[in-house]
């Protein structure tokens, strides 16, 4: 059973930085691509960053967060982790952040992980 959760939201000021975790254990075959999205309170959901992993590994970033955010990946035996490091922080990037893989069996998304931006 493929399972994804997050960690490492939390409270920070303005100006701070925070890393997230997604820890994916379970068989996943064929990741097309990794990602991360958030959901503002009274907003629909966006994505934030990508990674593929389909032959070519291409980077997207939205427009409010690049230059901000990093996103990478390891693998070792207890899965794949997909980091979302975040930097230079704003309000603006309140809310509740989850990551998802795309893969030929389906996207599987966590259950996500709140942050809060506020002074």
């Known amino acids: 059973q493929v399972r994804l959760v997050e960690s490492g939201g939390g409270l920070v000021q303005p100006g701070g930085s925070l890393r997230l975790s997604c820890l994916a254990s379970g068989s996943i075959f064929s990741i097309g691509a990794m990602e991360w999205y958030r959901q503002a309170p009274g907003k629909q959901r966006e994505m934030v960053a990508r990674?593929?992993?389909?032959?070519?590994?291409?980077?997207?970033?939205a427009n409010s967060v690049k230059g901000r955010f990093d996103i990478s990946t390891v693998k070792d035996n207890a899965g794949i982790t997909i980091y979302l490091q975040m930097s230079s922080l704003k309000p603006e990037d309140t809310g509740v952040y989850y990551c998802a893989i795309e893969s030929t069996q389906g996207p599987f998304w966590g259950q996500g992980t709140q942050v809060t931006v506020w002074s």
């Open positions: 990674r593929t992993s389909d032959g070519y590994t291409n980077y997207y970033y």
